[in-house]
């Protein structure tokens, strides 16, 4: 094994690649439910036969269920252990993957947020568990460099999750569009909602099954007891220290706005493709499929570019680092903004170039010699997730006024709220890079 590998997994004579795998698969899993479902804001709305606005409350159940669980996911792993954490993560997530067939039984939208919430209730402990367990797998002055490692497979998943949306949902769901199905009878809509949320609901009940053997797997596994020997929870205390951390404070900050331009960037990418390609004679769905394609070459970009990223972090300050591809970003949001044709689009799709070094820094540079503390102070910046179930619908809400003025695209002006997600990614980059300075 090589020095620098040796330096990432290895620390006091004990080998972490075992365990380092177990986890990192766990990043793959929660990465297929985020972007299985940033497409289906589309199709429930085209199933429901709601607005853009309606349907976006699947992100607001979705990313709901991480802010109201972060906290009691950190009690319990400061209680019990981050293994446990896990194991209960995956089973809420296999329990909310299949509650999709009750709520389709029901035919009604507000049980798939239901499922949805506690699913992501799941996802909560899940990434509350895991984050810092990666950080404590190996020496600390690595620990950003393996955090943003563990997280280059988390794309993977999300690549998975868009293949299946795309091909086994959006590709099969009644190719009526959504101004014809506005007409049909009570009769006949309920006999083609029935038919579209059996199509619909089919991944999710796959999904529940993997994730179930994944949690036996870390059933039997033997996992490193790192970072569980405090037990003590001294809530309110602790919470008090850690939010007296300029990095963590402002990483919390960041980390809101961070998510929120990601989960609108690759949900609205629908809307956006969408517009641009029915301009150029495509039929609706057939565009939100091509629209969809276009998201998979986005989270393909992502993937390389973080692989590239966590090479990268060898050699460049974290904080300076985020700065640079934060202000990519915001360029790029520019072009989508004001360019209304393909070449938005391409635009748009570069956006997730510059994504890819974000949240695992972040969380790496803010979490940065916490120690024990990390478990609260994960909680914290999980909660910062909710930043990915506030802003989609507010993105939503002007993209249903269709246009802005005379005729500027209402879908276009939406994406000035990523953009100024970007310039407080920016400051925090900015921030973080000034006292790393500071300190030599």
């Not at 709901?64 to 792993?77: C, E, L, Q, T, V």
């Not at 460099?145 to 690549?159: D, E, I, K, Y």
Request: charged content about 10%; glycine content about 8%; overall charge positive.
């Amino acid at each position: 094994m090589s020095k620098s590998k040796s330096s990432l997994l290895k620390h006091n004579g004990i080998n972490y690649l075992l365990p380092f795998v177990l986890i990192t698969a766990c990043f793959s899993l929660w990465g297929f439910a985020n972007d299985i479902t940033n497409p289906m804001v589309k199709a429930f709305s085209k199933i429901f036969r709601m607005s853009v606005t309606e349907g976006a409350l699947v992100q607001l159940a979705f990313y709901g269920g991480y802010f109201a669980m972060a906290f009691p996911a950190a009690i319990f792993i400061r209680k019990f252990s981050y293994k446990k954490g896990i194991m209960l993560g995956l089973l809420l997530y296999a329990v909310g993957a299949f509650l999709f067939f009750p709520a389709k039984e029901s035919g009604n939208f507000y049980p798939f947020l239901a499922a949805y919430f506690i699913l992501t209730c799941g996802l909560s402990f899940l990434e509350t568990s895991a984050n810092p367990y990666i950080l404590t797998m190996g020496p600390e002055e690595t620990s950003t460099r393996r955090l943003n490692l563990a997280q280059s497979f988390n794309p993977m998943g999300s690549l998975v999750g868009m293949y299946v949306a795309m091909n086994f949902i959006q590709a099969r769901l009644n190719p009526m569009s959504t101004a014809e199905r506005a007409v049909l009878s009570d009769t006949e809509f309920t006999t083609l909602r029935q038919s579209d949320l059996s199509i619909l609901i089919a991944p999710y009940l796959a999904i529940g099954i993997v994730v179930m053997v994944m949690f036996l797997i870390i059933w039997i596994a033997r996992m490193p007891t790192n970072g569980d020997k405090n037990k003590q929870i001294n809530f309110f205390p602790t919470l008090k220290r850690i939010f007296s951390i300029p990095n963590y404070r402002q990483g919390v900050i960041a980390q809101f706005f961070y998510v929120g331009a990601q989960i609108m960037c690759w949900t609205f990418i629908i809307q956006y493709g969408t517009r641009v390609l029915m301009a150029q004679g495509m039929e609706e769905q057939a565009a939100e499929v091509l629209s969809q394609k276009y998201n998979i070459v986005a989270m393909i970009i992502f993937c390389v570019s973080r692989f590239v990223c966590t090479y990268l972090l060898k050699f460049l300050n974290p904080g300076k680092l985020l700065r640079i591809l934060a202000i990519a970003a915001a360029i790029f949001t520019l072009g989508a903004i004001f360019l209304q044709n393909i070449w938005g689009l391409y635009f748009l799709v570069a956006v997730s170039a510059c994504m890819s070094l974000m949240f695992p820094t972040i969380y790496g540079i803010a979490l940065k010699g916490m120690g024990d503390d990390a478990k609260f102070g994960a909680a914290g910046l999980i909660m910062a997730i909710l930043g990915g179930s506030v802003l989609p619908p507010l993105q939503a809400s002007i993209i249903d006024l269709e246009t802005i003025g005379n005729s500027f695209p209402a879908v276009n002006a939406s994406f000035v709220l990523p953009l100024i997600c970007f310039v407080v990614v920016a400051w925090y980059g900015t921030q973080t890079y000034k006292r790393s300075l500071a300190e030599y």
